[in-house]
């Protein structure tokens, strides 16, 4: 599985934007998908998960609220749909999938998407 992941770019802060993560191949009905992040100097974090069946979805306590992740069986894609952004969020994001059908925080994904780079300016 390749992912494609694009729709970043530059937004003012309280500003909105929507990634898209796109498969090279239908997402088997079996794999959980989710987005990462990495901030400047800082390392990958979790930001966002969605269940097979889009059923359950995991979001970081930082994101709660204001980021809504959604998945699209007939075009294969993920969505991040992100509003009300903060600097703190400059970051660059990827998508991934994981080899189960729900998240579970302590299984790694096991396939990454490139990045898309998200800058809020203040």
């Known amino acids: 599985v390749q992912l494609q992941a694009f729709g970043g770019g530059l937004v003012q802060a309280g500003g909105s934007l929507r990634l898209s993560c796109a498969a090279s191949r239908r997402t088997s009905s079996n794999n959980a998908m989710a987005w990462f992040r990495q901030p400047p100097g800082k390392e990958r974090e979790f930001v966002a998960a969605?269940?097979?069946?889009?059923?359950?979805?995991n979001y970081a306590d930082s994101v709660k609220g204001r980021f809504t992740i959604s998945r699209a069986y007939a075009s294969s894609t993920v969505n991040l749909q992100m509003n009300s952004l903060k600097p703190e969020d400059t970051a660059v994001y990827y998508c991934?999938?994981?080899?189960?059908?729900?998240?579970?925080?302590?299984?790694?994904?096991?396939?990454w998407g490139q990045g898309t780079l998200v800058t809020v300016s203040s």
């Open positions: 991934a999938a994981y080899p189960r059908p729900y998240y579970s925080s302590t299984i790694p994904p096991n396939y």
């Open positions: 969605i269940s097979w069946n889009g059923g359950s979805t």
